[in-house]
């Protein structure tokens, strides 16, 4: 059965603080993917990385950052959090040239910034 | 950026109800997806599409991929209390990259 876990489901932190969001699959997935979901505005992919070491911008990476050490972990870091970073943040991860392209997400983490 | 139309953005019907939602894109797919975020959960995917007209179905779900490969419908029949819960549309891109919908939030009323 497929897993992708996040570290926290529920954070709380203050404006300009440093926070690391952890994601964990063990499916051995190349492909990982870090979302923002907001009222009325569907999934917004913020970073993704299609292998280890390896990072892209998505489409509203603007004061986020992200790390891939190692295959199953896909970390993303608000350097200095802001109000406006409140938000659900969803992890998936997807093995591509599969026949079923499906992206898996984890529960998700819902970060308040204070 | 490229965008999806999903509509309509919610909806509550009664438990029985039909429902009907869908989704445009001023873009073409090659792969059209379905997924349901049930509250407090990831999203799941619930219905891949990989062929303009093609027509799926999964239970009581029917999707079909519209023939321009611009448009997506997913119907359910007979709605049940479980099927609260958000809907999302999604379009694949070639990247690997998944372009979504806002969602349809449905309740139901037992």
């Known amino acids: 059965d497929v897993k992708v876990t996040q570290s926290s489901r529920y954070l709380v932190k203050r404006t300009g603080e440093k926070v690391f969001l952890e994601c964990v699959q063990d499916?051995?997935?190349?492909?990982m993917f870090w979302y923002r979901q907001d009222p009325g505005l569907g999934l917004r992919l913020i970073y993704f990385s299609y292998d280890v070491k390896m990072k892209e911008k998505g489409d509203i990476p603007e004061g986020y950052s992200v790390s891939r050490e190692k295959k199953e972990r896909f970390s993303l870091i608000l350097e200095s959090a802001s109000t406006n970073q409140t938000s659900m943040y969803l992890c998936?991860?997807?093995?591509?040239?599969?026949?079923?392209?499906?992206?898996?997400f984890g529960p998700g983490t819902r970060l308040t910034v204070l | 950026g490229q965008q999806l139309n999903q509509s309509p953005q919610s909806m509550f019907i009664q438990e029985g109800e039909d429902v009907s939602m869908n989704c445009t894109s001023s873009?073409?797919?090659?792969?059209w997806l379905w997924y349901k975020q049930e509250p407090g959960e990831g999203p799941v995917l619930l219905i891949a599409l990989y062929k303009a007209g093609e027509l799926t179905s999964n239970g009581r779900l029917t999707a079909q991929f519209g023939i321009t490969r611009k448009d997506s419908f997913l119907n359910i029949s007979a709605s049940i209390p479980s099927d609260v819960g958000i809907y999302f549309c999604?379009?694949?891109?070639?990247?690997?990259?998944?372009?979504f919908g806002q969602g349809t939030t449905l309740q139901v009323k037992p």
């Open positions: 999604a379009g694949l891109l070639s990247t690997g990259k998944l372009i």
């Open positions: 873009s073409i797919f090659n792969t």
């Open positions: 499916m051995d997935h190349e492909n």
């Open positions: 998936a991860s997807r093995r591509p040239g599969s026949s079923y392209n499906e992206q898996f």
